[in-house]
């Protein structure tokens, strides 16, 4: 059989025809017109993206017959023989099966050997990281002081294992993925060469599936022209490929809008029943949910959404129906799906399972904003919680319309701070609206904690910030402070004698941040004693350095009136602290 592969037959023979490298292809035609060639070129960059071509472009030029302003002209005798792999001063060099020594040290006698053809010897090595620290080390000398007319030229994909010594002695460029535009008017016009006709739909699917590589897009445009009619469409590369169609998404954006569970269920039904990848429908999932945080974010940045115009816009109808927050959430939600699903030895259930998840999805409200709506439109809120206390039924309560996809006062705190965004729904029918006011004899504590010693408070909160353990331990000692003598005693119980110790191992830090505090030098000392900090002057010294989650949604109901009262009518609680970091994150 006489047929070769595209990515073959259309590699390109002039510098002119390379495509989307136009950084690397133009200094190196100045070199060559200029005659500065360096002795050892590195080029680098991701898989198919015309590394080894311009190596062996640049091996052409530098042998070819009739040079032309640096480029060769790809069809004289020696040109041609380079082409075919028969040009005997050119030799290339798989580094993945000629990785020892030995090869390394064969290679450097031939370079001491005259050009037996043309006017110089090139030798290219690819994927070059592959050579052993040993051959890396024999190359190093010939690399040094190299003959006179002897080229290098090494291609890899990873030049991060590439040892320093190597790569100080190599001039290096850095190959790029191609743009969708340069991929897909490539692959327009190699498929109009080769009489098929590409349709739009059809292109963007290729070049979305090639990921910018030259390689991998020509592979596949061979592919589906081996199997087509003539005609290249979206549907013929879904066939070639057995991929998901991009409508489906867009079936399942409805379903998650109207909350249907079950026609969610039965795209993966038919799915599963077609023989397709179930791991490509989770990974494309988390595609359909950017896109529409994209859309939601800007209609214009749909120009990066990889979809047919018609489709974008149906996208950008979704997108309305969820806040940004949302998809946020959705798009980290469906990212750990798509990894438990690929790694799962029964993805169809927990596919199954994850869409069911996003018809139930909640929308992500900050409670400090619904409080602040309600306030602002007027609404009178009930002064209690629930029926279930006991009390008599709440009086109707006006409320704004909740935002598309959002379920109302159902709202779960997104990206808590500390204080007013940490409030979400209540935790049981049972629960008993909660006092937001500081008691008393917390107010006391507070008071006689800074009054024995001004600004204690403040020296246990910056510590808390880069020893948390010394700050603990301060906290149970009873201070005195002469700023006079530059002395502050600390006293501890008897029992508390473990934790002086452990706070005596940072009394250089603890005298140092009181320093700071006081406005003078201040030396610390610890002692044991009858008698240490009051218990109640402790936990509010504890309640203003390292207040809990309650106490910090406490402190911002006693701010915010109309928090507080939508904290008593829904019987809030705050998040867990697991459940805090995961909102944090989305």
């Known amino acids: ?69 640096g480029d060769p002209c790809g069809t004289c005798e020696t040109c041609e023989a380079i082409a075919r792999g028969s040009y005997l001063d050119v030799l290339e060099i798989d580094a993945a099966s000629n990785t020892g020594v030995d090869n390394i040290r064969e290679l450097r006698d031939m370079a001491q050997y005259s050009p037996s053809e043309g006017s110089s010897r090139v030798f290219i090595i690819d994927e070059v990281h592959m050579l052993s620290k040993g051959a890396f080390n024999a190359l190093l000398k010939i690399l040094e002081e190299p003959p006179k007319r002897v080229f290098f030229f090494f291609a890899t994909t990873e030049p991060n294992k590439i040892p320093r010594t190597i790569l100080s002695r190599c001039q290096r460029f850095d190959f790029r993925l191609l743009t969708r535009d340069e991929l897909g008017a490539r692959m327009q016009k190699i498929a109009t060469n080769e009489g098929i006709t590409l349709e739009d739909t059809g292109q963007r699917l290729l070049v979305s599936l090639a ?48 909350k249907d569970a079950t026609r969610a269920l039965r795209l993966v039904h038919d799915l599963s029943t077609a023989g397709q990848s179930l791991d490509a429908f989770a990974r494309g999932i988390v595609s359909n949910f950017r896109n529409l945080m994209l859309l939601k974010i800007d209609p214009e940045l749909g120009a990066m959404v990889d979809l047919p115009p018609e489709q974008v816009e149906q996208l950008g109808k979704q997108a309305a129906n969820f806040s940004e927050q949302d998809l946020l959430a959705l798009i980290d939600r469906s990212g750990q799906h798509f990894e438990r699903i690929h790694r799962s030895t029964q993805p169809r259930i927990m596919l199954e399972a994850s869409l069911v998840e996003y018809c139930r999805f909640e929308s992500r409200v900050l409670l400090s904003d619904l409080a602040h709506r309600l306030d602002a439109m007027g609404g009178s809120l009930p002064a209690g919680g629930g029926n279930s206390s006991g009390r008599a039924p709440a009086p109707a309560v006006k409320r704004p319309a909740p935002s ?12 808590p701070a500390p204080g007013a965004s940490q409030a979400v729904p209540p935790s049981g029918p049972n629960s008993a609206a909660r006092s937001a006011q ?127 009262q939508l904290v008593e009518t829904m019987d809030g609680d705050p998040l867990h602290e697991e459940d805090r970091d995961k909102w944090k994150k989305n």
């Not at 998901?244 to 867009?250: A, D, H, I, P």
């Not at 598309?404 to 990206?415: E, V, W, Y």
């Open 211 to 258: 990921e910018g590589s030259v390689r991998d897009g020509l592979s596949l445009l061979d592919q589906v022209i081996a199997g087509c009619d003539g005609t290249i469409t979206e549907e013929t590369v879904v066939s070639a490929f057995g991929l998901v169609r991009s409508q489906l998404y867009v079936e399942l954006n409805e379903a998650v809008i109207a």
């Open 1 to 69: 059989m006489s047929y070769q592969a595209i990515a073959r037959k259309y590699r390109p023979e002039t510098f002119d025809q390379v495509v989307g490298q136009t950084h690397v292809t133009g200094t190196l035609r100045a070199a060559m017109a200029r005659d500065k060639l360096s002795h050892a070129y590195l080029f680098s960059g991701p898989r198919g993206c015309g590394k080894t071509t311009v190596a062996r472009l640049l091996a052409k030029a530098i042998n070819c017959q009739t040079n032309r302003d």
């Open 438 to 564: 500081p008691s008393p004899t917390a107010n006391t504590a507070a008071r006689v904690a800074d009054e024995s010693v001004p600004g204690w408070t403040q020296l246990i909160d910056s510590l808390m910030a880069v020893k948390p353990a010394a700050a603990a331990c301060l906290m149970e000692g009873l201070p005195t402070l002469d700023k006079g003598k530059g002395s502050l005693v600390v006293i501890y119980e008897k029992d508390k004698e473990f934790k002086m110790q452990m706070v005596k191992r940072d009394t250089s830090i603890i005298s140092e941040a009181a320093s700071k505090q006081f406005g003078c030098n201040i030396k610390v000392e610890f002692q044991l004693g009858q008698e240490g900090q009051q218990e109640n002057v402790k936990e509010e010294i504890r309640r203003t350095v390292a207040p809990t989650s309650r106490e910090e949604l406490d402190k911002a109901r006693a701010k915010d009136p109309a928090l507080n």
């Open 404 to 415: 598309p996809g959002a379920t109302g006062m159902h709202a779960q705190g997104n990206r």
